[in-house]
């Protein structure tokens, strides 16, 4: 007679299933380099709220995505305040400012810079608002042409100088210097008009500052502007305020996540097929792919349910609240994965069936494109070619962003398979697509 199998049961079979099978285990983080991160800035940087207070910014949630990874060594970002301009950083680097923590601890910024090897700087944009007024009655943004054309200038020479000053106390840091977003979205449309392009002059003159220095450009304005379309106030609260919600900078965090690389080095036991080859380098250096521990990649064998989740955690950065108990009967509060999997869930990109998750399972080629597509809020018109996927298909709308975006091409035949199995390498190309534009053919 058949038996119903308790939650003990489940878990205890879940249990030995993995110590039969080690080698299909994930691997640790191999490489044991941490880093000590930096972050320059103004109130971005800092962490000011929408409504005057100081909490994390996507400085923190960096820092928190880093140690979550076990590669952070130690955050400073004392450095950051509010209101800082270019020439304020400038100054502080120059006169080697001394400032104290929370707990009275003293650190001077030349030390700070020598001991980094990471670094992110977001500097320029209160130069800028510095030269414009805005009238209260119609909200028209009033500069002269001449002072605000000084002041870009100014942008640049001092990035300049900065960034040779950082260079020269240390050469081998890597820094991440963010352009900036459109602050002011509920501004009328004439205004908007007048400050875009500003927004774009400035953008381009942050971005070229930092190309002598392999400087690495984060552009967040797209990004922001897109997550804003969707519900402005989730993003930008405060109509009087030009600082972001929590989501606003987790943003932020997350177009500088996809640019950060921690320089992670493993060499596995078996081969990758040349067409995945830098994709999955590109993973492993960014600490999202690590492998089993047995050595190995297993490039051909289907990618789990669990393990996918697991790199799309480190793919991206959310908050480090924890989130609430999914309810599984087979992911409870003491597997490996349950924080992921409740997470990944919370954030509505996983979803399991009549109470079951099923973790060891293999992930479908549709499930792929609807975790992408939520994980990373992908939008995309055109519909797909598919033969053997119809417009009535569940996941029919998910293949036909990826399809969109040239993330997934398919088969020779014109078909997409979408019930089979997803390989751990072509899970991860187009991971790495969609991460990185330069992979998409």
């Not at 299933?17 to 940087?45: F, R, V």
């Not at 989130?323 to 509060?333: E, F, L, R």
Request: hydrophobic share 40%; charged share 20%.
């Amino acid at each position: 007679m058949k038996r119903k199998l308790t939650k003990l049961a489940i878990t205890l079979v879940m249990a030995l299933s993995l110590l039969l099978s080690p080698a299909m285990a994930l691997a640790e983080n191999t490489d044991s380099q941490k880093l000590d991160y930096l972050a320059l800035g103004d109130s971005l940087a800092a962490g000011r709220t929408p409504f005057g207070q100081h909490d994390k910014g996507y400085t923190d949630f960096i820092a928190g995505q880093l140690n979550k990874m076990n590669k952070l060594a130690s955050f400073e970002k004392r450095f950051a305040v509010s209101g800082y301009t270019t020439s304020d950083i400038l100054h502080d680097i120059q006169t080697n400012v001394e400032k104290e923590d929370s707990t009275g601890q003293t650190l001077a910024i030349k030390d700070a810079i020598q001991n980094a090897e990471m670094i992110t700087l977001d500097a320029g944009a209160n130069d800028v608002l510095q030269q414009i007024q805005f009238n209260e009655t119609t909200g028209e943004a009033v500069f002269d042409q001449q002072a605000l054309v000084a002041a870009l200038n100014g942008v640049k020479e001092n990035l300049v100088t900065i960034l040779t000053e950082i260079k020269s106390l240390n050469p081998s840091a890597d820094i991440y210097i963010m352009g900036y977003y459109n602050p002011l979205p509920y501004l009328p449309q004439q205004t908007q008009s007048q400050l875009l392009p500003l927004l774009t002059i400035l953008n381009s003159t942050i971005s070229g500052a930092g190309q002598a220095f392999s400087v690495k450009f984060v552009p967040t304005a797209d990004a922001m502007a897109s997550a804003v379309a969707q519900n402005p106030g989730d993003y930008l609260p405060n109509p009087k305020d030009i600082h972001p919600s929590e989501a606003g900078y987790l943003v932020l965090a997350n177009e500088f996540w996809k640019t950060i690389n921690v320089k992670n080095k493993i060499q596995f036991t078996d081969e990758i097929q040349d067409w995945a080859k830098d994709e999955v380098n590109f993973l492993v250096e960014k600490g999202i792919i690590n492998g089993f521990e047995n050595g190995k990649f297993g490039a051909d064998e289907p990618i789990k349910r669990l393990h996918s989740a697991i790199m799309l955690d480190r793919a991206i950065v959310y908050n480090e609240q924890p989130a609430a108990n999914p309810g599984y009967i087979d992911v409870i509060d003491t597997s490996d994965g349950y924080s992921i999997v409740a997470k990944l869930t919370e954030q509505g990109i996983l979803a399991g069936d009549n109470q079951y998750f099923y973790p060891n399972q293999s992930l479908t080629r549709a499930q792929m494109a609807k975790i992408l597509v939520t994980a990373f809020h992908l939008q995309g018109s055109a519909a797909h070619s598919f033969t053997d996927v119809n417009t009535t298909h569940w996941a029919s709308d998910y293949i036909s962003i990826l399809s969109d975006k040239k993330i997934i091409n398919g088969y020779a035949d014109g078909s997409f398979k979408p019930d089979q199995s997803i390989t751990r390498a072509e899970f991860s190309v187009m991971l790495s697509r969609v991460i990185n534009k330069s992979f998409i053919e």
